[in-house]
């Protein structure tokens, strides 16, 4: 069974650009999450995509935004990067959206705006 | 809104000490309860879990009680080795809310010395 993969391990980027990350879900899970870990920090929920729809969102501005295709891998899109926007970003799948099911992580991208 | 705090670290302790990392919560329903740990540059990795009231979740040692009387989740271990050294968190997600997203703790990091 495959875990939980991101693309890039890392990437630098300057500030104004765009980024896009990626995610592989875990074999069988149909729900992908978006955090943002600062620095020190615990992670933020950004968004979560089931079955290709956006389900939830947090605090984040619209130019974050995400997509989740049909074989439920999913991105990640920032535009307009700003230095606050350098953090891990950590996918995790799921097996469903609802309930206590558990999310799997993977190892993060680590983005730099300079 | 739903909240977790963590005790502040870091946490040092010798190799076989005991250990408690305090946890607490405000959910305005009936959260499930977890114990995340990141080893250094790594994701997540899911350490134990438990979905309702005087659940206690367990696994490699650790263990946590779902206390609702007193809104808390301490994470425990009665003979910490120097490879649990890591950041932990706490977090909680409310599985009729938003999908089950994970609400997290600022985190605690841990270090053993031998």
């Known amino acids: 069974e495959t875990g939980v993969t991101q693309s890039p391990t890392h990437l630098i980027k300057t500030r104004g650009q765009q980024v896009t990350l990626r995610c592989s879900s875990q074999?069988?899970?149909?729900?992908v999450s978006w955090y943002q870990q600062a620095l020190g920090q615990g992670p933020q929920f950004i968004f979560q995509?089931?079955?290709?729809?956006?389900?939830g969102r947090g605090n984040f501005p619209p130019r974050f935004s995400g997509l989740q295709f049909p074989n439920y891998s999913s991105e990640l899109n920032v535009n307009a990067l700003e230095l606050d926007d350098s953090a891990l970003y950590l996918c995790?799948?799921?097996?469903?959206?609802?309930?206590?099911?558990?999310?799997?992580f993977g190892p993060g991208t680590r983005l730099t705006v300079t | 809104g739903d909240s977790v705090t963590q005790m502040e670290g870091p946490v040092t302790l010798s190799e076989e000490a005991f250990l408690t990392i305090n946890c607490t919560y405000t959910?305005?329903?009936?959260?499930?309860l977890f114990w995340y740990v990141q080893y250094p540059g790594e994701g997540l990795q899911l350490l134990l879990k438990?979905?309702?009231?005087?659940d206690k979740g367990s696994n490699k040692g650790f263990e946590a009680t779902y206390r609702k009387e007193t809104t808390s989740f301490h994470l425990e271990k009665g003979s910490v080795q120097v490879s649990d050294s890591a950041v932990y968190f706490c977090?909680?997600?409310?599985?009729?809310?938003?999908?089950?997203?994970?609400?997290f703790g600022q985190g605690t990091e841990l270090s053993v010395k031998p």
């Open positions: 995790a799948s799921s097996l469903e959206s609802w309930g206590s099911h558990e999310q799997y």
């Open positions: 977090a909680l997600s409310d599985p009729n809310n938003q999908g089950g997203k994970l609400i």
């Open positions: 959910a305005t329903g009936y959260p499930s």
């Open positions: 438990a979905t309702k009231a005087d």
């Open positions: 074999s069988g899970h149909n729900t």
């Open positions: 995509y089931y079955r290709e729809e956006e389900n």
